[in-house]
């Protein structure tokens, strides 16, 4: 989190905002062929534990294959692209840059399910932090020598050939010219419903982007990415740390519900103390964290990222549910939800758009996100056997703790108002920090074993 921030933060005072919002195009589409090319079958790898070694063997020899054949309708499609975005041949170029990724997201699958399955988690740290250190210094200084835009490609296309090169050192795989179809059809079951629900959500989360871009300016579109992208940063961290390691931990005790929704309620309760916490902390420091973390030159940017930081709380909360519906086998549920919600965030996008509001398309996407947690509970509760008020009744603690913290800055903003930014950001911070040691001390993070010891030495000292 800290490389990629310090990264970004050298790159927005370099780039324009018609820049990332280019890159945010092309992204798109690349994220949307990995995603279809995926075919879900990481998780499937994690899951099934009855897999042998020619199994994994068959279906890296597939990737590999379906590999270089989805790099090739994805170049085909290319031209079609540009003309849904007027023609635009700087577009065009990096479209075709991108390309490396499609091949590298696909041949990459399995090397890292692997490592996953084996819990290997200290090396995917580590090969993470030496990827976004190494790419995101040649994006810097590529930026500094002029090269622009082409910058923002560095991080995306070595990026995805360090992920493949270093996964395949750590687990190498033999590939097989005849591979058997046996073995793919052993994850299919599973892996079906999986590609249907990562290709929903890929569409329902890009949809606002893909509309802007097409119905607003580029300079818009970039103001709006920027927001949407910090709103992102501490739920993706989040996200990381927890999904890949939840899988293959909770698919050890599939077939025992009870242990599995303890396991998630003490999740979603810290997530809850964590998510509103920080929502109501970035929704008042927005300002301030806007021009500290990416310059003055973003400052149109504020409006729709104070908006977007009201869904922080509701997104965090939902990041785990992904892998609990995955551990209890239930996919095909998941898929499911994720329809609704689907229709209901492309209907929120529609009416923004309709506007002509990016302001009010960042509200209704707000409202949408907390309608999809309400949704994915609903689904979750029938497969663990529980009510859906036990969920909720959950985040009242939390809740109560957020109203508090609120109010807090809310009177301190009235009483307080210094414009000075990182005087302001500074006392703000204070605040917020003194808030989360009250926390600890109350026992909200008690499930954490560092929390504890810090609640231990807190209650001594005092």
């Known amino acids: 989190m800290i490389v990629s921030l310090c990264i970004t933060m050298i790159l927005s005072r370099i780039l324009t905002p018609s820049d990332f919002a280019i890159i945010v195009l092309a992204n798109i589409v690349i994220n949307f062929f990995s995603v279809v090319s995926t075919v879900g079958i990481g998780p499937a790898i994690i899951q099934?534990?009855?897999?042998?070694?020619?199994?994994?063997?068959?279906?890296?020899?597939?990737?590999?294959?379906?590999?270089?054949?989805?790099?090739?309708?994805?170049?085909?499609?290319i031209p079609l692209l540009v003309e849904f975005y007027g023609r635009n041949r700087l577009l065009e170029n990096i479209f075709y840059l991108l390309s490396f990724n499609v091949f590298f997201a696909l041949v990459t699958i399995v090397p890292n399910a692997l490592i996953l399955k084996q819990k290997k988690f200290q090396f995917l740290a580590l090969r993470t932090i030496f990827i976004h250190i190494i790419t995101g210094v040649i994006s810097i200084l590529t930026a500094l020598?002029?090269?622009?835009?082409?910058?923002l490609l560095i991080t995306p296309i070595f990026g995805s050939i360090l992920l493949f090169t270093t996964s395949y050192i750590y687990v190498p795989v033999k590939i097989r010219c005849d591979f058997s179809i046996v073995s793919i059809k052993k994850i299919l079951s599973f892996s079906f419903y999986q590609i249907l629900f990562n290709i929903v959500y890929i569409l329902y989360r890009a949809i606002d982007k893909i509309l802007i871009g097409r119905y607003f300016s580029m300079d818009i579109l970039g103001y709006y990415e920027k927001s949407y992208r910090l709103m992102m940063l501490p739920l993706e961290n989040v996200s990381n740390v927890i999904n890949p390691v939840l899988h293959p931990i909770l698919s050890d005790y599939q077939n025992e519900k009870k242990i599995i929704l303890n396991a998630y309620s003490k999740m979603i309760t810290l997530l809850a103390y964590l998510g509103f916490s920080l929502s109501v902390f970035i929704f008042f420091t927005s300002s301030e964290l806007i021009v500290l973390i990416f310059g003055e030159q973003w400052l149109p940017s504020v409006p729709v990222f104070k908006i977007l930081s009201l869904s922080i709380g509701p997104q965090i909360i939902q990041s785990p549910i992904g892998a609990?519906?995955?551990?209890?086998n239930q996919v095909k549920s998941l898929f499911y939800a994720s329809i609704i919600v689907m229709i209901t965030t492309i209907l929120a996008v529609i009416i923004g758009i309709y506007q002509h509001s990016v302001e009010k398309l960042a509200l209704y996407l707000v409202l949408t996100m907390f309608v999809a947690n309400f949704i994915y509970n609903i689904y979750l509760c029938r497969h663990l056997k529980c009510k859906l008020l036990f969920i909720f009744t959950l985040l009242f603690k939390p809740l109560f703790y957020t109203i508090v913290l609120a109010s807090i800055f809310y009177i301190y903003s009235i009483l307080c108002p210094?414009?000075?930014?990182?005087?302001?950001f500074s006392i703000k911070g204070l605040i917020f920090m003194l808030y989360m040691l009250i926390c600890v001390y109350a026992g909200c993070f008690d499930e954490l074993p560092a929390a504890k010891r810090i609640s231990v030495f807190i209650k001594r000292i005092c």
């Open 48 to 77: 099934n534990k009855t897999l042998s070694d020619k199994n994994i063997e068959d279906i890296f020899s597939f990737t590999l294959y379906l590999a270089l054949i989805l790099s090739a309708i994805y170049i085909f499609f």
């Open 418 to 424: 210094i414009k000075a930014i990182f005087f302001s």
């Open 324 to 328: 609990v519906f995955q551990a209890i």
């Open 145 to 151: 020598k002029g090269l622009g835009i082409y910058a």
